[in-house]
């Protein structure tokens, strides 16, 4: 069975950058789509992008133009940059494959 494993959180400044990593083993990596959606204090998870297997992606509205979502197939390993972060931005961020399996989340907070 696969595993996901985040990292790259912690503590900005609003305006500033993140870089987040999620580490695939097994296949899980191959499947259909990977993916980023985030869970706000008291808000429901939401989603943030995704990437196919050929490269293809789609963004939240929210996040389009901020966010750029990409792939290292070697390395198994899916990105997430986060530039102009805003505080509305802070929530604890979850990799996901194909909707199925699921990280542990990694904490992003924006905040001065």
């Known amino acids: 069975q696969g595993q996901l494993v985040e990292s790259g959180g912690g503590l900005v400044q609003p305006g500033g950058s993140l870089r987040l990593s999620c580490a695939a083993s097994?296949?899980?990596?191959?499947?259909?789509?990977m993916g980023w959606y985030r869970q706000a204090p008291g808000k429901e998870r939401e989603f943030v992008a995704r990437?196919?297997?050929?490269?293809?992606?789609i963004y939240a509205d929210s996040v389009k133009g901020r966010f750029t979502i990409s792939r290292d197939n070697a390395k198994n390993t899916v990105f997430l940059q986060m530039n102009s972060l805003k505080p509305e931005d802070t929530a604890v961020y979850y990799c996901?494959?194909?909707?199925?399996?699921w990280g542990q989340g990694t904490q992003v907070t924006v905040s001065s």
């Open positions: 097994g296949s899980i990596f191959s499947t259909i789509f």
């Open positions: 990437i196919t297997r050929g490269g293809g992606t």
């Open positions: 996901t494959a194909a909707g199925v399996n």
